[in-house]
């Protein structure tokens, strides 16, 4: 009994305790605290410095009612849906293609991942001037003949932010395959062979017994789209600007031009706050589906 | 050991030497163009010529990009020596939270109050009574450009004011030409609608919308008129398919539109491409209807620090920014008009002399970047880029949201 019964399970690895200290703080004051910080404040008129006077829900109503905020959240939620959607199935697509045991298959794969080695400064450069009227797509087809011909999504404030899409999915789209990818090689060659003895085609394979399979590499690529979606603001800076009007406005540019622009730090938090909220909603499940599942064991 | 302590008795030494000779302060700007550059070297001379060293932190990308990094050095704890900001009211909150050097002594060893232009410029660098920035030139947006070809060609007499343009636009368009440039970034749709504003709606109504920032003033019916007016500068301006507002003037000075109503700091690009004023292009300052100036401008802050050599220098340049030869070396390389009175602009053009002229007359009246808070601005620049870029909204939606704007303002 007494002292050496039992070692406290608080000593237990003390070493390993010790050296995690540094992360755990980082975690707690930076990221935890820096959130509560910004939620707090996000109930302030702060303006260019923070401050603590209270006006309660006020930065949420006016952030509600500007319009350029429910632009950007609607241009967040076509591009975010349309993004997910078209990445994950151009993405498997791709990696299926490569999957065939071609040849040449690491030169593809190197071409289509090459776009993601460049930043989304660039990528929204080169495309600017690719969906230019005066001197990209439109004037090569009106060159080859056809006067009539129309392409000009980034001048029109309609359709706007499917010239970004396009961009987007351009980068992007790189990665998704290069995952998807590892995830059929992890596919045993047995399946496939005890697929191919019982005669199932091909696509019936990948469809119902691979994918099922690749749960784990898909909840991945989910996340990964989903972060990436949020954050969508380079793109867009370099791209157009938010043009025309306001017509490409996403919120965190809107969040960017508050707090640094109109030096209104509270618009800004409230803005901040609603986005992650938005990434709340997103981790949350995916905690449950990926931690939650694991209790059985 | 013995190395690394003939290496710090060195270092030491060679910092000592340094200091003794002469203080280095650096100054922030964003003056990062041709002329701006230009002008801005006047300062340093000048600034070198007492002995001091300027060293030249210019941060390109126009003020909106600067800005965020010089106020985050400031209540970072790094301050620079000397910054620009738009004087008015950007630095504001940072004065008032003590971290701007108090320049009065200097201001009154000057007696800047009284050989400054028009006491609302100091008084925008006057916060509980003591002056905080040295304002160093006055630019003005209301200014109409306009292209003497292109009415030439079109078979119309150059206007004299903003209704013989709109009158005259029909026939621009006629031959292909667009009226009105106006570049598509937020600050300059804005720009053409206080331009509108002071120029149409006058003096009075100007202030009322912005100083006394009246909500029913901005909805009512003489704000309408100033609406109805943007509705035509929005149709003239359609086809201008550009950005920046260089490339906009340089479709004046092309002859492909007809006119731009732009900041004085227009006439550079003018005299770039050797055009005269008078015979090229022409110039209407406050739209030929109320010849109104606005006190747009560049001032310098200096944020405090506790280093007494510095300050010292602080003081120093703030005086030389002030001094009457600096003033008239920087203004004619600027473009801009001096803010003292009693400096001779001999070589002036033909343009910034009507400026000088109006200037004398007192025909001056405080810019929104003094009256309304960046914030504000924003929203409004947001209201603006919009209307613009989108047929569908009236001007009577747009002047409903602008009532809104104002009516919140602060």
């Known amino acids: 009994m007494s002292a050496q019964a039992r070692p406290s399970q608080l000593f237990k690895n003390l070493n390993a305790k010790i050296a995690s200290i540094p992360m755990i703080l980082t975690a707690l004051v930076v990221f935890v605290g820096g959130t509560f910080w910004t939620i707090l404040y996000s109930f302030t008129d702060s303006k260019l410095l923070p401050r603590l006077r209270f006006v309660g829900l006020d930065q949420y109503e006016r952030l509600w009612s500007a319009p350029r905020w429910l632009t950007s959240i609607e241009n967040l939620l076509i591009y975010g849906i349309l993004s997910l959607i078209f990445s994950l199935v151009i993405g498997f697509l791709l990696a299926a293609l490569l999957d065939q045991k071609i040849r040449f298959e690491d030169t593809f794969r190197t071409i289509f991942l090459y776009p993601f080695a460049l930043s989304f400064i660039v990528t929204g450069l080169v495309w600017q001037w690719i969906l230019n009227p005066d001197f990209g797509v439109q004037k090569v087809v009106r060159s080859l003949g056809f006067d009539s011909f129309v392409f000009d999504p980034l001048y029109n404030s309609d359709i706007v932010i499917y010239g970004i899409l396009i961009a987007g999915l351009w980068q992007g789209t790189g990665l998704i395959m290069c995952l998807m990818l590892a995830g059929l090689r992890g596919i045993d060659e047995d399946i496939w062979k005890a697929a191919r003895v019982d005669g199932i085609p091909m696509w019936k394979t990948y469809l119902f017994i691979v994918i099922p399979m690749m749960r784990p590499v898909f909840i991945t690529t989910l996340v990964i789209i989903a972060s990436g979606i949020v954050k969508l603001y380079d793109l867009v800076v370099a791209q157009t600007g938010g043009g025309p009007g306001i017509a490409s406005e996403v919120p965190a540019k809107y969040v960017y031009d508050f707090m640094f622009r109109a030096q209104n730090l509270g618009q800004g938090f409230a803005g901040s706050t609603m986005m992650l909220l938005s990434v709340a909603i997103v981790i949350i499940p995916w905690a449950y589906l990926e931690f939650g599942g694991k209790k059985r064991v | ?410």
């Open chain 2, 1 to 410: 050991m013995k190395f690394t302590k003939t290496l710090l008795a060195g270092s030491a030494a060679i910092a000592l030497s340094t200091s003794a000779f002469a203080t280095d302060l650096e100054v922030t700007h964003w003056w990062t163009s041709g002329g701006e550059a230009a002008a801005v070297g006047e300062f340093a001379k000048a600034f070198d010529a007492t002995g001091n060293k300027w060293v030249d932190g210019a941060i390109a990308g126009s003020g909106g990009t600067a800005r965020p990094i010089m106020i985050s050095r400031i209540t970072g704890g790094d301050p620079m020596g000397a910054t620009q900001f738009n004087h008015g009211r950007q630095a504001e909150e940072l004065v008032e939270a003590g971290l701007m050097k108090d320049l009065t002594a200097v201001a009154e060893a000057g007696k800047w109050k009284d050989v400054i232009n028009e006491i609302g410029l100091l008084d925008s660098c006057t916060i509980d009574g003591k002056i905080y920035c040295a304002p160093v030139n006055i630019h003005s947006w209301q200014w109409l450009w306009l292209s003497n070809k292109a009415f030439a060609d079109a078979g119309v007499a150059v206007p004299a004011n903003w209704n013989e343009l709109v009158a005259a636009a029909p026939k621009l368009r006629e031959k292909g030409m667009v009226p009105l440039a106006v570049g598509g970034q937020p600050w300059q749709t804005t720009g053409v609608f206080n331009v509108l504003m002071s120029g149409l709606g006058g003096k009075d109504l100007y202030l009322k919308v912005y100083d006394a920032k009246d909500a029913e003033v901005a909805g009512g019916a003489d704000v309408a008129k100033i609406f109805s007016a943007l509705n035509d500068a929005r149709e003239m301006s359609r086809g201008s398919n550009v950005q920046d507002w260089n490339q906009a003037t340089n479709m004046v000075i092309t002859g492909k539109a007809g006119g731009q109503i732009m900041g004085d700091w227009a006439q550079g690009e003018f005299q770039i491409a050797e055009q005269v004023a008078g015979t090229d292009y022409s110039c209407l300052p406050g739209l030929g209807v109320n010849e109104l100036l606005s006190t747009n401008g560049d001032a310098f802050y200096f944020p405090k620090v506790d280093n007494a050599e510095i300050s010292a220098a602080q003081d120093k340049l703030a005086e030389v920014l002030f001094a009457p030869t600096t003033q008239v070396a920087f203004n004619l390389k600027k473009g801009s008009l001096p803010i003292r009175k009693d400096v001779d602009l001999a070589a002036a053009n033909d343009c910034m002399k009507k400026g000088l002229a109006i200037l004398a007359k007192g025909g001056l009246v405080k810019s929104t970047d003094q009256l309304i808070s960046p914030d504000t601005a924003t929203q409004i620049d947001d209201l603006m880029t919009q209307f613009f870029s989108d047929e569908s909204i009236t001007p009577e939606d747009a002047q409903k949201r602008f009532a809104g704007i104002i009516k919140s303002a602060d």
